[in-house]
């Protein structure tokens, strides 16, 4: 399968890092586009609209610190990322809107692999409601 665009979903820790490599080494190799995703899920959803930060830079959904957190990510990467999108609630929610804006065919998340992801995983979440394949990733504890 050919995919054209990819999504990153991301958390706010180092491991993010590992999809994000994993992204853009596919991305190369398929010709395709990248975008990414957080949706902060500790407080609810406060702030119910998505926003591409890359498209919206002066829009703070999120906290300063977090904002300059997922800044970090985009500026760190060395591909060129199509949009960013950023807000509140639950990202399994979120997806099925995302993915149909944005021609998304590819989604790309982590799987924590420790004691508490085997109680509670967000990765089965997604599998659960993303109408495009995913690739897991094993995030080793």
């Not at 958390?11 to 890092?17: Q, R």
């Not at 993915?99 to 998340?109: A, E, M, P, Q, Y």
């Amino acid at each position: 399968m050919q995919y054209k665009h990819i999504l990153v979903a991301l958390e706010l820790s180092e491991e993010s890092n590992i999809l994000i490599e994993r992204a853009v080494f596919l991305a190369k190799q398929l010709d395709s586009r990248i975008s990414f995703i957080h949706i902060d899920g500790t407080h609810g959803e406060i702030y119910p609209d998505l926003v591409d930060i890359k498209a919206n830079p002066d829009l703070r959904p999120l906290n300063e610190h977090t904002m300059e957190q997922l800044r970090a990510f985009d500026s760190n990467t060395d591909f060129p990322i199509m949009q960013f999108i950023v807000g509140t609630g639950d990202l399994s929610d979120k997806l099925h809107e995302v993915i149909s804006d944005s021609g998304i065919d590819l989604l790309i998340c982590g799987h924590h692999q420790d004691f508490w992801s085997r109680i509670v995983s967000y990765s089965q979440q997604l599998i659960n409601k993303s109408p495009v394949d995913i690739l897991v990733v094993p995030i080793p504890s």
